[in-house]
């Protein structure tokens, strides 16, 4: 099992110190049966009035910071380890009824499930729909892991990723038209397609890890945060499909916040009191590096993120 590390640094800088608003952070992994994590801090500079945790509606963990006074330099570092327990892609189990495309899904799950598969996006020439339908037997049916699998390598194979720095995801009959896009874009593209056929999906948020094969990296998407797709499956529950890199499972992927669309799983948010013209940039630095090993004493369960807060004075 991978011990993998994280380290996440976000700095927004400013021509004269402002005032800073609450700001939502959305760093810290979501622990489960195929990561654990071990250890997490958090480092905000200058130090919030206050720090506290939440879970949200989705039940992923928040952290929410208030600030006094003026700053010039705002930055958040997170440091994260955990252990990761890849599975064979294609290896879910699922439920006899649900083998074959189209299935039903049990009346008892479709309350908790209903949202999930409403479709969010405009779709006005239903040119998602048709795309979706492309990938099924000319009778309306097809196995369900080589219909989902297969989609994801369409994606893969005929669009091009492009790292985008602006705010908001395209909707996807756009990414469609364009066919290229960010890892935000092509896991809604997929989210809207799979609930255009009926299936309950949703995106997450979270970190990729991209080792190397002969000196060039194996995925797309490393040194910022990264998005990809959940499907629920009968049987299996939710399973990872990652559009961008092809990934099919959790294999490499650390999963953070899972939401019913990406504006409800933005890593990090806030606002500032100043001028328009008084920011300058934003910086995003990812580093996700697998460790041998980690030291943890044999009695000692898992460690609490916490808060070490570190003052900054501003620069003049």
Not at 38 to 65: K, M, Q, Y
Request: with cysteine; net charge negative; glycine share 6%.
């Amino acid at each position: 099992m991978p011990i993998l590390s994280v380290d996440h640094v976000t700095t927004y800088r400013y021509r004269q110190p402002v005032g800073l608003g609450e700001h939502r952070i959305l760093f810290r992994p979501r622990d489960s049966y195929d990561q654990r994590l071990l250890a997490a801090s958090l480092t905000v500079t200058p130090e919030p009035e206050s720090l506290r945790w939440i879970h949200d509606v989705f039940g992923n963990c928040v952290a929410v910071a208030r600030f006094r006074g003026r700053a010039q330099e705002l930055r958040f570092v997170a440091r994260i380890t955990l252990e990761h327990t890849p599975e064979p892609p294609l290896s879910f189990a699922l439920a006899p009824h649900a083998a074959r495309f189209p299935f039903a899904y049990e009346p008892d799950e479709m309350p908790d499930l209903a949202r999930c598969i409403e479709r969010q996006r405009p779709d006005p020439d239903d040119a998602v729909l048709a795309w979706a339908r492309g990938f099924l037997e000319p009778d309306g049916t097809a196995e369900t892991r080589a219909l989902l699998a297969a989609m994801t390598a369409g994606i893969r194979r005929d669009f091009a990723y492009e790292a985008r720095t602006e705010k908001g995801v395209q909707d996807p009959a756009e990414t469609l038209c364009l066919r290229r896009g960010s890892c935000r874009d092509f896991a809604l593209l997929m989210i809207e397609a799979v609930r255009s056929l009926g299936m309950a999906a949703r995106f997450v948020s979270g970190y990729i890890y991209v080792p190397e094969r002969d000196g060039a990296a194996l995925h797309v998407g490393g040194g910022s945060t990264h998005a990809w797709v959940q499907v629920y499956l009968p049987g299996a529950g939710w399973v990872e499909f990652d559009p961008t890199n092809g990934i099919v499972g959790n294999r490499d992927l650390i999963r953070v916040a899972v939401a019913r669309h990406p504006g409800q799983a933005v890593p990090l948010h806030g606002s500032w009191i100043g001028r328009p013209e008084d920011f300058l940039d934003m910086a995003v630095t990812v580093r996700v590096t697998e460790r041998d090993e980690v030291a943890l004493p044999a009695s000692c369960p898992a460690p609490v993120a916490s808060a070490a807060p570190v003052r900054l004075v501003a620069a003049d």
